[in-house]
T-cell receptor, first 113, second 113 residues
Framework: NAGVTQTPKFQVLKTGQSMTLQCAQD?????MYWYRQDPGMGLRLIYY???????DKGEVPNGYNVSRLNKREFSLRLESAAPSQTSVYFC????????????FGNGTRLTVT | QQQVKQSPQSLIVQKGGISIINCAYE??????FPWYQQFPGKGPALLIA?????SEKKEGRFTISFNKSAKQFSLHIMDSQPGDSATYFC????????????FGTGTRLKVLA
């Protein structure tokens, strides 16, 4: 039982390059989330998905797109990376309806030069 | 109105002492208030949580105090241990199709041996 798995763990991009961050959960959770963590800013919600087939914007969605591929997988895409997107990205999942616990992956550390 | 304000930014406590971290919110629609603990290189993990219908919740050495009228809540760590050294995030959640979690900016706690 792996919980929430994120790939890759580390990535360096040049400005303008694109990439997709992958996230998969094996807990049969309905809801999935993408957060970014920056020093002094805490965790800020980028996008979330309440259920398979639905996605919604969070606090800081600009520059990102997401895909809820199926119930297990929720990917985050940077179409044209910018230095301001240098951050640690966390995927999380929860069981809709309980509002109890967010289960986080161990993050992807992204540097855009 | 969606913000959660957390203080202090960093905290140093002697072993055996009490660590206190405070959070404040504005949106009265928030209905669930968790605290997350994060160790370096890991994702945050749920530590303890409270709903606004109770004023205090205790789990072992960790206690949440909740003041609904003041829109404030705090985490108390009794008999702090070096193993408690981590970053702590308060959060508040609101239901909008699924639970959306808004996090504070985090407190880096260091417990001296």
């Amino acid at each position: 039982n792996a919980g929430v798995t994120q790939t890759p763990k580390f990535q360096v991009l040049k400005t303008g390059q694109s990439m997709t961050l992958q996230c998969a959960q094996d807990m049969n959770h309905n809801s999935m989330y993408w957060y970014r963590q920056d020093p002094g800013m805490g965790l800020r919600l980028i996008y979330y998905s309440a259920s398979e087939g639905t996605t919604d914007k969070g606090e800081v969605p600009n520059g990102y797109n997401v895909s809820r591929l199926n119930k297990r997988e929720f990917s985050l895409r940077l179409e044209s990376a910018a230095p301001s997107q240098t951050s640690v990205y966390f995927c999380a999942s929860s069981e809709t309806g309980t509002g109890e616990t967010l289960h986080f992956g161990n993050g992807t550390r992204l540097t855009v030069t | 109105q969606q913000q959660v304000k957390q203080s202090p930014q960093s905290l140093i406590v002697q072993k055996g002492g009490i660590s206190i971290i405070n959070c404040a919110y504005e949106n009265t629609a928030f209905d669930y208030f968790p605290w997350y603990q994060q160790f370096p290189g890991k994702g945050p993990a749920l530590l303890i949580a409270i709903r606004p219908d109770v004023s205090e919740k205790k789990e072992g050495r960790f206690t949440i105090s909740f003041n609904k009228s003041a829109k404030q809540f705090s985490l108390h760590i009794m008999d702090s241990q070096p193993g408690d050294s981590a970053t702590y995030f308060c959060a508040a959640s609101i239901f909008s199709g699924t639970y959306k979690y808004i996090f504070g900016t985090g407190t880096r706690l260091k417990v001296l041996a």
